[in-house]
């Protein structure tokens, strides 16, 4: 699977919790015929057809999966984003999708959801040779929403979200994705959604991502003292997943609880001031110099991430975690429990 999987539908900043919004500036628009609800049932029809040579493979997957919503009364959207939505996809890209149904929110609407599901996955063979099908449940608690993921033998990889049409992120909550379909009239006539911008982050996410940051350092040191080289690399892999979420809300990108993806896809140029010293193979002291220089990145990014979104910094645990790791050259190999 690429690193480019975000689905619409989970990991969103919670809508109860005052978020801080980023600003829009030097955001990347739709690159489809239409920002929100239109009157056309197939409106990605056109959109489809101007898709480069390269996305052959993921058009004949798209347009299929077109096809199959015009014959289902059910289907009341579908939507497709990421790289593909933003138009910067190629060859490589997955096509990351969502699929919304008449349904109702949350679990009651379990049942439809279901079965949109496993027709979905009986028509994954019309769109071609498969290899295999991975089918789960996403999202939050109080959501109900199903995710297939299938990998075809020519490459190509459909991540598909099915879910009650309310659940269903659209607008600045969704900025990178496109209405491939949409029915006539769907019931109500109005399929806006409380959902919080992509570019929300609250306050407390980044007190939370910079507390994170801070334990996963203080784990990485206590496997340093054990010897416990694996254990130590991991956190530390851990703790520079904080460190991209921070600075993807710094800067201002899309889903920041994402960090190293949206990151990349907001400026590949602009990434956290000596992120590189973050990394280390299975060598003790270099493991100990990355955790070091770990702890002097989180505590920058932490800051940068504040001036966008005021936040009480975990200082207190900063200052000690970073002692714990300045007085570690007394590693030693140990099995502790």
Not at 281 to 309: K, M
Request: proline share 6%; aromatic share 6%.
């Amino acid at each position: 699977m690429s690193g480019e999987r975000r689905p619409l539908v989970f990991r969103a900043p919670p809508p109860h919790k005052r978020a801080c919004q980023a600003s829009t500036e030097g955001r990347q628009g739709l690159t489809g015929p239409d920002d929100g609800i239109t009157s056309s049932v197939n409106p990605g029809r056109e959109w489809l057809a101007r898709l480069p040579a390269e996305l052959t493979a993921q058009r004949r997957v798209m347009a299929g999966l077109v096809d199959f919503c015009a014959t289902r009364p059910a289907v009341t959207s579908l939507w497709v984003g990421c790289s593909l939505g933003r138009g910067a996809g190629d060859a490589l890209s997955d096509i990351d999708a969502a699929l919304g149904i008449e349904a109702e929110r949350g679990p009651a609407g379990a049942g439809q959801v279901q079965a949109m599901e496993a027709a979905v996955t009986a028509l994954l063979p019309s769109l071609g040779p498969l290899v295999d099908v991975l089918r789960h449940r996403i999202g939050r608690a109080d959501q109900f929403a199903r995710r297939i993921f299938a990998q075809f033998a020519d490459g190509t990889q459909l991540d598909l979200a099915v879910i009650a049409e309310a659940e269903v992120r659209r607008g600045d909550a969704a900025p990178d994705f496109v209405e491939l379909y949409h029915r006539a009239s769907p019931p109500g006539g109005d399929l806006t959604n409380d959902a919080p911008s992509a570019r929300a982050v609250t306050g407390e996410q980044i007190r939370e991502w910079a507390f994170f940051g801070w334990c996963a350092l203080i784990d990485a040191d206590k496997y340093l003292r054990r010897g416990s080289l694996w254990e130590a690399h991991n956190r530390l892999h851990e703790a520079r997943h904080q460190i991209w979420a921070l600075w993807a809300a710094a800067t201002g990108a899309i889903y920041p609880w994402h960090g190293l993806s949206q990151v990349l896809d907001h400026d590949p140029e602009n990434l956290p001031p000596g992120i590189e010293s973050t990394v280390a193979g299975l060598d003790r002291a270099e493991l100990r110099r990355a955790a070091q220089a770990s702890a002097t990145v989180l505590t920058r990014v932490s800051a940068a991430a504040t001036q966008r979104c005021p936040a009480e910094l975990p200082t207190a645990m900063a200052r000690y975690v970073t002692g714990a790791l300045e007085g570690g050259e007394r590693d030693t190999i140990n099995v502790g429990g």
